[in-house]
T-cell receptor, first 119, second 110 residues
Framework: GAVVSQHPSWVICKSGTSVKIECRSL??????MFWYRQFPKQSLMLMAT?????????EQGVEKDKFLINHASLTLSTLTVTSAHPEDSSFYIC???????????????FGEGSRLTVL | LAKTTQPISMDSYEGQEVNITCSHN???????ITWYQQFPSQGPRFIIQ???TKVTNEVASLFIPADRKSSTLSLPRVSLSDTAVYYC???????????FGKGTTLSVSS
């Protein structure tokens, strides 16, 4: 299957700083990428949908000014957690669809996830 | 987006067949049914996908009745390494996000 890679896989930062997480589709062009957040023992929660070259669409309750999403190319999307606080500590997962990886079947390819810990 | 309902947890022993059933009463005509597996601190991994009847691959089978309001993931002869959370999702194609339900935590014991 198609490969989606996230970086970093884990990051620890101080409260008030900003953290950027990258999501790359390695062998296909991702026209659409999705960002999920997962707290311990819980399911994945969709945060936003981003289409290449367009502004991201955020789910209700997700602050767009806090979670900045950029999808400037067909192989890269970034999530920046601005002014991070301990409650932002979570497992962030991206997924991608489009091109050779997926046509009409709805299959999403997921990254390995990025563990953010805010002290 | 169709909502899915699965058992919260299941227990099994090594070598047994495990069947996890998912209800999706509001599935739309264009929706596919996809199952993912997730281990702790990892992203979900694709298991199998189907639209109707039966689909089989090297790791699982997916049974979908004619009304498509439910589906059953069948894992033959599970091993300890199959201990994970299994998610059933329905979605209608490229560009559409998949909404995760609570999933089923499968615990396999020796």
């Amino acid at each position: 299957g198609a490969v989606v890679s996230q970086h970093p896989s884990w990051v620890i930062c101080k409260s008030g700083t900003s953290v950027k997480i990258e999501c790359r589709s390695l062998d296909f062009q991702a026209t659409t990428m999705f960002w999920y957040r997962q707290f311990p023992k819980q399911s994945l929660m969709l945060m936003a949908t981003s289409n290449e070259g367009s502004k991201a669409t955020y789910e209700q309750g997700v602050e767009k000014d806090k979670f900045l999403i950029n999808h400037a190319s067909l192989t890269l999307s970034t999530l920046t957690v601005t002014s991070a606080h301990p409650e932002d500590s979570s497992f962030y997962i991206c997924s991608a669809t489009g091109g050779l990886a997926d046509t009409n079947t709805g299959e999403l390819f997921f990254g390995e996830g990025s563990r953010l810990t805010v002290l | 987006l169709a909502k899915t309902t699965q058992p919260i947890s299941m227990d099994s022993y090594e070598g047994q067949e495990v069947n996890i059933t998912c209800s999706h009463n509001n599935i739309a005509t264009n929706d596919y049914i996809t199952w993912y597996q997730q281990f702790p601190s990892q992203g979900p991994r694709f298991i199998i996908q189907g639209y109707k009847t039966k689909v089989t691959n090297e790791v699982a089978s997916l049974f979908i009745p004619a009304d498509r309001k439910s589906s059953t993931l069948s894992l033959p002869r599970v091993s300890l390494s199959d201990t994970a959370v299994y998610y059933c999702l329905v979605g209608r194609g490229a560009g559409t996000a998949l909404i995760f339900g609570k999933g089923t935590t499968l615990s396999v014991s020796s």
